[in-house]
């Protein structure tokens, strides 16, 4: 396992979870619990591509880490979850997915020739890929608060002395 | 008695529809919204009911016998995200119940949020540029494909600024960002760099990602607020249509296949 690549991955994805953020116009109190939120989920994620996990299951494992971590950062920060998660998991989001995509469906408008099987098949991989992707980043980021049970972070008490 | 508890509710009333559309054009999901606006109905001894449209808020208002007071609709203005306003007025929800602010201590505050600066644009325009080069990094960019992506984003996102400051469509903003960005990206391309075509394209234009649409469309649903989620996803595809169609130009012009 490259262990400096997944690592710098991760560094990196911090600074992407950062930029988002600011785009967002996220308060600045929450920019630093950011760049570790995209930080560890980046990490999970790239150390279980690794470790050779489909890239759905490892985008999963990552944005739930982000969802569990958003709530002790919610009561830290006093900002609700969400605030956190969504700009922390968007370095997961599977741009190159969806360019395949979108790129294959436009191939696809094309005259019928001996490749346009493969070319379809391509894309409903891609294309899948990237809506499974998209579905478990929002699944991870909300698990901590359904596991709960919970309409709002302030009343899930945190036991850390 | 009766008078002063009417035009209490309708002072909250006017006052809650406000932050619920706060809310909702800066990118709350819908649970967030409904449960922020019982939360400072709740603060007062009143009940909210409320219903979400895409675009607009209606709501009633309850005394605690259940009795309407105050029936109203606030329609939305143009949608973008800005978390700021999320999170100070949920913060501003918190301090209403605990510390029980009145209806006019809470207007102030909500203007006071809503007036509160962005980021300044150079500071935003570097740090999605950095982000942009992040992506191309962890998707295995070499560093000039890195500094291609961080010029891309600038130029593309400077683009998206500028037509939305011009009041374009807002489908046609990011189709004005995503072509500048891959015409950018892509006249290196033309002009014989050998580099990987994949990671500078699709990482380019990567800023432009409805990613807030996209997650909160999976949020409603979730929460089974079927319809605001359908709308939502509908909302985020059309973005990435116009993302895609911006691409194809561009490799149209540069006649890229």
Redesign the interface.
């Given at each position: 396992m490259d262990l400096i690549l997944v690592l710098?991955?991760a560094f990196?994805?911090g600074?992407?979870?950062?930029?988002?953020?600011?785009?967002?116009?996220?308060?600045p109190r929450?920019l630093f619990a950011l760049w570790i939120g995209g930080a560890i989920g980046?990490f999970l994620k790239?150390t279980l591509l690794q470790l050779t996990v489909g890239v759905v299951f490892a985008s999963f494992v990552g944005a739930t880490a982000v969802g569990m971590l958003s709530i002790p950062i919610a009561h830290f920060r006093?900002?609700?979850p969400?605030?956190f998660a969504?700009?922390a998991?968007?370095?997961m989001?599977p741009?190159?997915f969806?360019?395949?995509t979108?790129l294959g469906l436009?191939k696809l408008t094309g005259a019928i020739g001996p490749d346009y099987t493969t070319i379809m098949s391509d894309t409903v991989n891609n294309g899948v890929k990237t809506l499974f992707i998209?579905?478990s980043?929002?699944?991870g980021?909300?698990v901590p608060m359904?596991v709960m049970r919970q309409?709002?972070a302030?009343n899930i008490r945190l036991k850390i002395k | 008695m009766e008078t002063t508890k009417k035009s209490e509710a309708k002072e909250l009333g006017a006052l809650l529809l406000d932050v619920g559309v706060s809310l909702l054009s800066s990118g709350a999901s819908c649970s967030r919204i409904r449960i922020t606006m019982r939360r400072f109905a709740a603060a007062y001894d009143y009940q909210a009911h409320v219903s979400i449209a895409p675009k607009s808020i209606s709501l009633t208002l309850n005394d605690e016998a259940d009795t309407p007071l105050f029936n109203g609709m606030l329609s939305t203005p143009a949608q973008g995200v800005n978390f700021k306003t999320i999170s100070g007025i949920s913060r501003l929800s918190w301090d209403t119940v605990e510390n029980g602010l009145s209806i006019q201590e809470v207007k102030d505050e909500l203007q006071k949020l809503l007036n509160l600066p962005h980021y300044p644009r150079l500071v935003i325009l570097l740090f999605v540029s950095l982000a942009g080069s992040a992506f191309c990094f962890s998707f295995g960019g070499k560093p000039i494909e890195l500094l291609i992506t961080f010029g891309a984003t600038f130029c593309g996102l400077f683009t998206r600024q500028e037509a939305v400051k011009k009041k374009f469509n807002p489908y046609i903003c990011v189709f004005f960002g995503s072509l500048v960005a891959s015409l950018f990206a892509g006249a290196f391309i033309k002009a014989g760099l050998n580099i990987n075509f994949e990671h500078a394209f699709a990482t380019s234009v990567l800023f432009l990602i409805p990613g807030v649409p996209l997650i909160n469309s999976f949020t409603d649903l979730i929460d089974g607020n079927i319809l605001n989620g359908l709308v939502r996803g509908i909302n985020a595809l059309m973005f990435a249509m116009a993302i895609a169609f911006g691409l194809l130009l561009a490799m149209l012009i540069y006649n890229l296949k």
């Open positions: 710098s991955k990196w994805c600074w992407g979870a950062i930029g988002f953020g600011i785009l967002f116009n996220v308060p929450t980046g790239f006093h900002v609700p969400m605030i969504i700009p998991v968007i370095p989001i741009g190159v969806a360019y395949r979108m436009i998209i579905m980043l929002a699944l980021v909300s359904h309409e709002s302030k | -």
